[in-house]
């Protein structure tokens, strides 16, 4: 089993910036990509960025420019700076990954209990 953490949501107004952090933990013996997703009231859940273990990256076209994600395969978090922060980006930042729990196992997707971040016009 592998536990998402996620910290850093909170609200911020126009303009401004937050940190995303998320911490996997468990049985752990790789994980392929991490990543983040959001979902605000009333609309589906929809990709914000995503990052392999060699470091490529895919955003969504919505936050390109404003936000980055990164990643420390050693503690094996990931990341997400988001700045100039927009209201249409208030929804509920879900962290997710894709991870084997030994050699030889299947990869199983995995997903944080999500962060709100507010942001205010």
């Known amino acids: 089993q592998v536990q998402l953490v996620e910290s850093g949501g909170g609200l911020v107004q126009a303009g401004g910036s937050l940190r995303l952090s998320c911490a996997a933990s468990?049985?752990?013996?790789?994980?392929?990509?991490m990543g983040w997703y959001r979902q605000a009231p009333g609309k589906q859940r929809e990709l914000v960025a995503t990052?392999?273990?060699?470091?490529?990256?895919n955003y969504a076209d919505s936050v390109k420019g404003r936000f980055t994600i990164s990643r420390d395969n050693a503690k094996n978090t990931v990341y997400l700076q988001m700045n100039g922060l927009k209201p249409e980006d208030t929804a509920v930042y879900y962290c997710?990954?894709?991870?084997?729990?030994?050699?030889?196992?299947?990869?199983?997707?995995?997903w944080g209990q999500g962060t709100q971040v507010t942001v205010s016009s």
């Open positions: 468990g049985t752990i013996f790789s994980i392929n990509y």
């Open positions: 997710n990954c894709n991870a084997q729990s030994k050699y030889g196992a299947a990869y199983r997707n995995y």
């Open positions: 990052i392999t273990d060699q470091g490529s990256t």
